[in-house]
């Protein structure tokens, strides 16, 4: 008959070693999901510049067309809708500016997009676009233009949610 010594045979394993593996893949888990969280916010973002610089291509177009952009009251809707165009001969010169008008009208966070016909921040005719951003609250540091932004120092912002001047 074998004798067992002071210390049995050691089977399966203990307690404390299955909470640290489990402690181990719940960090990876947390690292998995915040790198995820973080790339699609930054997907939303590239995608509201890329359409941001599409709708301005249609604003610009508009302008070549119509002799002006659209009006504050107007917005960004006169580029799929002449509904609230009334001048005739505007309503001669004007076409569809945007193919798919249910992918135009709001930002990735389903915000309609910011437009003014005049941009303040500029000494140009120009309009200004933006995004309000996650945040979906005008003049914060997350909202996006279309162009970079005049800062009250004198430097201008990046256009990607720097603080502006209004």
């Not at 997907?43 to 504050?72: S, V």
């Not at 001048?87 to 003014?116: A, C, H, I, M």
């Not at 256009?159 to 502006?164: A, D, E, K, L, V």
């Amino acid at each position: 008959m074998h004798r067992m010594g002071g210390r049995r045979a050691r089977r399966g394993f203990t307690l404390i070693e299955v909470m640290i593996v489990l402690a181990i893949i719940l960090a990876l888990a947390t690292l998995v999901v915040v790198n995820l969280r973080g790339t699609r916010e930054d997907a939303k973002k590239d995608t509201a510049k890329i359409n941001l610089q599409t709708l301005g291509k249609a604003l610009e177009r508009f302008n070549d067309k119509i002799n002006r952009y659209p009006t504050d009251d107007e917005g960004i809707k006169a580029l799929w809708d002449k509904s609230s165009i009334t001048d005739e001969e505007e309503l001669k010169n004007w076409s569809r500016f945007v193919d798919q008008p249910e992918n135009s009208e709001k930002d990735p966070w389903g915000t309609p997009w910011g437009y003014r016909a005049k941009d303040e921040t500029s000494e140009e005719n120009i309009f200004d676009l933006w995004s309000y951003g996650p945040d979906k609250q005008d003049g914060t540091d997350d909202d996006i233009h279309l162009r970079p932004r005049n800062m009250d120092g004198g430097g201008t912002g990046d256009g990607s949610g720097t603080p502006t001047s209004r």
